[in-house]
């Protein structure tokens, strides 16, 4: 079975301080793990994918299959950053995704 | 250019009626997904179509919940005696073909009184 968890449900931080949400996953292949985000009145969008290795936003997440973890990180927070932000696994022969539930970040101005 | 749309946007239905949402994909898009996403939760995968044929059906929670998109193009989810527990927001995704990013739509939140 493959599973995520997203420990924290609300992560407020101040603007300008570093961002961390956690991300820890359990499956038995090798997954593809991903970053979705939704800002306010917006619908669900692909923030980042760990195969791109790439920069979004500012946002870079790394895929640490010892620890089991690909936790989003940003060095500087803004306030346009605030959304929820769904860390999801997609393993198997076809397209199933299971997302985490969510962490709510909240940059304070 | 046209992102996947969904409809209704809203509906409320009185527990044990039939319901059916639609979703229109981006066009060109082979892969349509389904999910349900309960309030504070995540999006919980229902059904995923290739063309018009339901690959994966694991994720309908009873036989209550059908999914059918037989051009290969829309898609409809229908639910029937809906239950209390069936509230959601019910999202549509497609994307361009397998291993492709997938495009959410708006959802359609489903109210069972």
């Known amino acids: 079975a493959q599973r995520v968890t997203q420990p924290e449900k609300l992560l407020s931080v101040f603007k300008g301080a570093p961002v961390e949400l956690k991300c820890n996953y359990s499956y038995s292949g090798s997954p593809e793990l991903f970053w979705y985000v939704q800002y306010s009145r917006q619908r669900l969008q692909l923030l980042l994918r760990?195969?791109s290795r790439e920069s979004i936003k500012g946002f870079t997440a790394d895929l640490n299959k010892g620890e089991t973890s690909f936790h989003l990180k940003k060095p500087f927070a803004q306030e346009e950053d605030s959304a929820m932000y769904y860390c999801?696994?997609?393993?198997?022969?076809?397209?199933?995704?299971?997302f985490g539930t969510g962490t709510k970040l909240q940059v304070i101005p | 250019g046209a992102g996947v749309s969904q409809s209704p946007r809203y509906k409320v239905a009185k527990r044990g009626q039939d319901v059916a949402l639609r979703c229109d994909p981006i066009?060109?898009?082979?892969?349509l997904f389904w999910y349900q996403q309960a309030l504070g939760q995540g999006p919980e995968f229902l059904t995923y179509?290739?063309?018009?044929?339901?690959?994966?059906k694991s994720g309908l929670p009873s036989d209550r919940f059908f999914a059918e998109r037989p051009e290969g193009s829309v898609s409809t989810l229908k639910i029937q005696r809906t239950q209390q527990e069936d509230s959601a927001v019910y999202l549509c995704?497609?994307?361009?073909?397998?291993?492709?990013?997938?495009?959410f739509g708006p959802g359609t939140r489903l109210l069972v009184l």
């Open positions: 760990h195969i």
């Open positions: 066009s060109g898009h082979v892969s």
């Open positions: 999801a696994l997609k393993g198997g022969g076809y397209q199933k995704v299971t």
């Open positions: 179509f290739q063309n018009e044929a339901q690959l994966d």
């Open positions: 995704a497609s994307s361009y073909r397998y291993q492709e990013t997938q495009y």
